[in-house]
Nanobody, 124 residues
Framework: QVQLVESGGGSVQAGGSLRLSCAASGYRYSRVCMGWFRQAPGKERENVATINSDGSANYADFVKGRFTISRDNAKNPLYLQMNSLKPEDTARYYC??????????????????WGQGTQVTVSS
């Protein structure tokens, strides 16, 4: 059974850092596209960063230079290091995978495996 479980969320002040992790089971995740998404109250879910099976990454403009996505296929397969956090980064963050391909796109509906999310709250 495919399962993704996020951890590492919490409350920080603006300018602080958090590291999110995604533990995965039930599939060979090293071969597929994975990504981080977020959803704030009243807003649509949006892409934050994606990483292809070859390790190449892409970022939404609003996190470039602040967030880093990485994968360690031997352990937890996905991480998101978040630095210089801003109040507008407050959201529930989700780990996701597109089990059909190793090349990512940013379109939310293409991802067919999702975790339950972890809350990130940034205060000013």
């Amino acid at each position: 059974q495919v399962q993704l479980v996020e951890s590492g969320g919490g409350s920080v002040q603006a300018g602080g850092s958090l590291r999110l992790s995604c533990a995965a089971s039930g599939y060979r995740y090293s071969r597929v596209c994975m990504g981080w998404f977020r959803q704030a109250p009243g807003k649509e879910r949006e892409n934050v960063a994606t990483i292809n099976s070859d390790g190449s990454a892409n970022y939404a403009d609003f996190v470039k230079g602040r967030f880093t996505i990485s994968r360690d296929n031997a352990k937890n397969p996905l991480y998101l290091q978040m630095n210089s956090l801003k109040p507008e980064d407050t959201a529930r963050y989700y780990c996701a995978a597109d089990l059909r391909t190793g090349s990512c796109v940013t379109v939310v509906p293409t991802y067919n495996a999702w975790g339950q999310g972890t809350q990130v709250t940034v205060s000013s």
